[in-house]
């Protein structure tokens, strides 16, 4: 039999630009560098047909949002990672929210049933709020939104940086109908130079997100790829990296939160990932301007609150997955100017 030629591409033999023969820099085949499939199929115990590599988990969740009938609405968290709307409003989709409160599980379950949206997105650990999704809660929401014919999607970049007492196993594994979850390489294993994101999901929904991936990313970069194979393969090997990575940010979120309490900033206690959310009911700003309060009176960037839900009090999001040592004196810093801009700016 003859080999098979693809001259599909209109790319050049590495001969004609005196390349290095064999080099990573092809194209890579449209699901990914069957290594890296192959190892997040059994990461995930899902079959291989069911895993697609992708440039970046944003470029999963454009994809998984271009499956969805563009009839019906995307229900989305509201505070939510701002390129979710950002995304669905390129798309010209349109936007539905539930409110990230102490109730949220019951009013997605009502909004489900009565909206019957195109699709419905859980974030946990959540951005910016840090929260974690328990697994009963999660399997609840599958189920109805699998009665309602409701796609779920589970974003699950920061997964598996959950903290101690957390009522979550981490990702979802083995096969789950009607779900469509997303990973990254960019935050659990602090690789974000990489750009290489993850979709798990049925082998027949898989196959349509690669067609839509290769019209807007084509692949990944194939080298990218094969470091993201060696980093999981480190991971099968010391299973224990990712609990520490979890342990050691947990000590880091109480130490910025103790630094700033004592100048008398509270700030969500978060459940898992690298982020705090600081919010002041009854002030009389925006979190844009207490943004550039802290941009000039601390040396700290943070994001403001409007960024991430439509309306609320003023409030910002800061990561503390910064260096241990460095901790005390940042947040220091950070609690001083807030302090400051509550006292210029309360009722």
């Given amino acids: 039999m003859k080999a098979l030629r693809d001259l599909s591409l209109g790319t050049l033999d590495p001969s004609y630009c005196q390349a290095e023969e064999g080099s990573n820099n092809a194209y890579a085949p449209r699901q990914g560098v069957p290594a890296l499939v192959q190892l997040l199929g059994a990461r995930f115990a899902v079959d291989a047909s069911e895993v697609l590599v992708t440039a970046g988990a944003s470029m999963g969740l454009t994809c998984?949002?271009?499956?969805?009938?563009?009839?019906?609405?995307?229900?989305?968290?509201?505070?939510?990672?701002?390129?979710?709307?950002?995304?669905?409003?390129?798309?010209g989709r349109s936007v539905i929210t539930y409110k990230l409160d102490h109730n949220w599980d019951a009013n997605?379950?009502?909004?489900?049933?009565?909206?019957?949206?195109?699709?419905?997105?859980?974030?946990?650990?959540?951005?910016?709020?840090?929260?974690?999704?328990?697994?009963?809660?999660?399997?609840?929401?599958?189920?109805?939104?699998?009665?309602?014919?409701?796609?779920?999607?589970?974003?699950?970049?920061?997964?598996?940086?959950?903290?101690?007492?957390?009522?979550?196993?981490?990702?979802?594994?083995?096969?789950?109908?009607?779900?469509?979850?997303?990973?990254?390489?960019?935050?659990?294993?602090?690789?974000?130079?990489?750009?290489?994101?993850y979709v798990i999901a049925g082998a027949k929904t898989c196959r349509q997100m690669a067609d839509i991936n290769w019209v807007l990313a084509m692949?990944?970069?194939?080298?990218?790829?094969?470091?993201?194979?060696?980093?999981?393969?480190?991971?099968?090997?010391?299973?224990?990296?990712?609990?520490?990575?979890?342990?050691?940010?947990?000590?880091?979120?109480?130490?910025?939160?103790?630094?700033?309490?004592?100048?008398?900033?509270?700030?969500?206690?978060?459940?898992?990932?690298?982020?705090?959310?600081i919010e002041f009911p009854g002030a009389q700003s925006t979190g844009a301007q207490l943004v550039a309060y802290c941009m000039e009176h601390a040396s700290v960037i943070a994001s403001p609150g409007e960024a991430f839900r439509r309306q609320g009090p003023p409030a910002i999001r800061c990561s503390y997955a910064i260096a241990r040592y460095d901790i005390p004196a940042v947040f220091g810093r950070l609690g001083a100017a807030l302090a400051r801009w509550k006292s210029e700016n309360s009722n």
């Fill in 64 to 91: 998984a949002f271009l499956t969805c009938p563009p009839a019906r609405p995307i229900l989305l968290p509201s505070p939510g990672f701002p390129a979710y709307e950002a995304t669905l409003r390129l798309l």
């Fill in 108 to 197: 997605v379950l009502r909004m489900i049933e009565q909206e019957i949206p195109a699709a419905i997105l859980l974030n946990s650990p959540g951005n910016p709020l840090g929260n974690v999704i328990t697994d009963q809660q999660r399997q609840t929401v599958c189920d109805v939104a699998q009665a309602c014919c409701v796609t779920l999607i589970l974003d699950e970049t920061y997964a598996g940086l959950e903290f101690s007492g957390s009522a979550s196993t981490g990702p979802l594994l083995g096969e789950a109908t009607g779900v469509i979850r997303i990973g990254s390489f960019s935050k659990r294993f602090a690789q974000p130079g990489l750009r290489i994101g």
């Fill in 219 to 277: 692949s990944p970069c194939v080298s990218s790829q094969l470091a993201a194979a060696d980093l999981l393969m480190a991971e099968v090997k010391n299973p224990g990296r990712i609990k520490n990575t979890a342990g050691q940010l947990e000590a880091s979120a109480d130490l910025a939160m103790a630094t700033l309490a004592t100048h008398g900033i509270a700030a969500l206690r978060p459940n898992g990932g690298p982020l705090l959310w």
